[in-house]
């Protein structure tokens, strides 16, 4: 059955220099094996497929896969998603679009900076364990004395993210194999390009793969950042520098809720066989 299809690049600064997601915009029908098959074909760090809303509040539901894994919840994924599902001619029943996923109803709404989705609560937060965190330190190639604090930052994918003192620090980072997601953040000085790097590893397959920009990490570590007077709202975040990549994440918040906003172009449109 062909079914409409856009792949859509998140958070470039540059066209094509951000995140890709596909998203079949019609998954009706489709058992999840299906979903994830065609997601381990993509290959891409997510395969999206929008259905029909459960909730009677929700404008569609999101049903999202890694190659190996569904999520609950991702954020490229979700900007993406809601920049093809616009795009495509759906028409939010308020001001602002909702998705239903496995985290739950996510808002997301048009910004100057573009598409922005409201973070959602974190499933896990807290100090981590010393053992843990030597363990991440050892396999990140990061000194014990170089690591500013660690904590749980997790909204669904797992996250546990890592602060280190600057970040030429953050792009020195030459990932082992540990078995969970690690972010790793470390600020610029003024004059930098941004307020903060990051970067995001997961496991995939026996290795560490790195993402080159990610909505889910950098929500959460706003969380934390904002929550602990780190940082102040509005920030901007890189991340992909390291893969080649100039992604800009813009953070804003205010009476507790954190708003991740970036640029959304969709590269490829068509259909696909399923």
Request: charged share 20%.
């Amino acid at each position: 059955m062909e079914r409409s299809f856009r792949q859509v690049d998140v958070f470039g600064s540059d066209r094509f220099r951000g995140n890709p997601v596909a998203v079949v915009l019609d998954g009706e029908g489709l058992s999840a094996e299906e979903m994830q098959r065609f997601a381990n074909w993509t290959n891409l760090s997510e395969t999206t497929f929008v259905l029909p809303p459960e909730d009677p509040s929700a404008d569609y539901r999101l049903r999202i896969f890694t190659p190996v894994a569904e999520l609950p919840f991702a954020g490229h994924p979700t900007l993406g998603s809601a920049h093809a599902w616009l795009e495509a001619g759906g028409s939010p029943r308020a001001e602002d679009v909702v998705q239903e996923c496995g985290a739950g109803l996510i808002t997301v709404r048009g910004t100057d900076l573009g598409l922005a989705f409201a973070a959602p609560p974190l499933v896990r937060t807290g100090p981590v364990d010393e053992q843990l965190v030597v363990e991440i330190v050892t396999v990140m190639g990061i000194e014990r004395s170089a690591m500013v604090d660690a904590q749980w930052v997790d909204n669904g994918p797992g996250w546990v993210a890592v602060l280190v003192a600057s970040a030429s620090e953050v792009l020195a980072v030459r990932p082992g194999f540990i078995d969970r997601p690690v972010g790793v953040v470390g600020p610029y000085p003024a004059d930098g390009p941004a307020a903060f790097e990051v970067r995001a590893f997961f496991p995939a397959g026996g290795a560490m793969v790195e993402d080159p920009v990610t909505g889910s990490l950098n929500a959460s570590v706003a969380q934390w950042l904002l929550g602990s007077g780190r940082a102040q709202a509005p920030y901007v975040a890189s991340q992909g520098t390291a893969l080649g990549r100039a992604g800009r994440v813009f953070i804003d918040g205010g009476d507790g809720s954190v708003w991740v906003a970036g640029a959304t172009v969709t590269g490829v449109e068509g259909s696909a066989d399923l």
